[in-house]
């Protein structure tokens, strides 16, 4: 079976873009009929801008404003930045009409924070990020370097945002932009996947209830899989080609909630 052309999904997704208002901060039909290579994603030679994925931009919102997310880290930016900041948005405009609003230890609520190996994506994201949307997001750039996780090999970025997110999308680096080798061993060899660790990394310190997307990487998914260490439900979305991860464990306390808790 032929998988639906951004065409046809954009028509299937229109509306839903259409009544979020979608349509106003991105244009769907830019470049809607371009097909990529089986390599172009990670050749770095890639000269024309990938078309915004209609769907995967819509789960995303979908995800963003049924969760009622607080604090977004992102790596990799693209139209999934501008699109998180506007489901952010939408969830302080209903966190701000309670009339209680409980006490929630976080000092960066409904404030995204994205990270990217690449200068040019991040101007370009900059440049296209609408103004109503400008004090919702944080861009940052860090390099990537190759490393090991228990011996396995995989990469990590050298500065991640110093927040505690409820929801993380992971759709970078590309590989690229991952410097360095061992053993000769380099992801700048088109055949190998990417394999960020960096929420390895992080684990030890979410909150319960933290949200995961990552976005294709599957062989990247399962290695996470794998390696985590705690509670998690962990869901393949095969026809979607994506894996999301929830943090089942006991809350910590009263300041540990969620933004699905009250609104």
């Known amino acids: 079976m032929n998988r639906p052309t951004r065409r046809e999904l954009y028509e299937q997704h229109r509306k839903y873009i259409e009544q979020e208002g979608l349509s106003a901060l991105i244009d769907f039909t830019e470049n ?10 990670v050749s770095g030679k ?3 801008p990938f078309p915004p994925e209609p769907a995967d931009l819509v789960r995303l919102h979908k995800l963003i404003r049924q969760r009622k997310s607080f604090t977004i880290l992102e790596f990799g930016v693209g139209y999934s930045t501008i699109v998180m900041a506007d489901a952010l948005r939408k969830n302080q405009l209903e966190w701000e009409s309670l009339k209680e609003k409980p006490a929630v230890r976080n000092r960066f609520l409904f404030q995204l924070f994205s990270v990217d190996a690449d200068a040019k994506w991040l101007e370009s994201v900059r440049k296209r990020l609408p103004a109503v949307l ?3 997001v944080h861009l940052s750039h860090s390099t ?8 396995q090999l995989c990469h990590f970025y050298d500065a991640i945002p ?3 997110p409820d929801f993380i999308y992971s759709d970078g680096p590309a590989a690229k932009d991952v410097q360095g080798n061992i053993h000769g061993l380099s992801f700048q060899c088109d055949e190998r996947t990417v394999m960020p660790a960096d929420l390895l990394l992080m684990e030890s310190t979410f909150l319960p209830g933290t949200f995961i997307l990552i976005d294709g990487r599957t062989n990247n998914a399962r290695f996470i899989e794998r390696n985590f260490t705690r509670t998690w439900e962990v869901r393949w979305d095969r026809e979607g080609d994506a894996t999301t991860f929830e943090l089942k464990e006991e809350r910590l306390g009263k300041y540990n909630v969620l933004g699905s808790d009250f609104l």
């Open 32 to 41: 809607i009929d371009f097909q990529e290579g089986v390599f172009d994603a």
């Open 46 to 48: 890639l000269m024309t």
């Open 134 to 136: 400008t004090n919702h």
């Open 144 to 151: 990537v370097h190759i490393g090991t996780h228990n011996g």
């Open 162 to 164: 110093d927040v505690i």
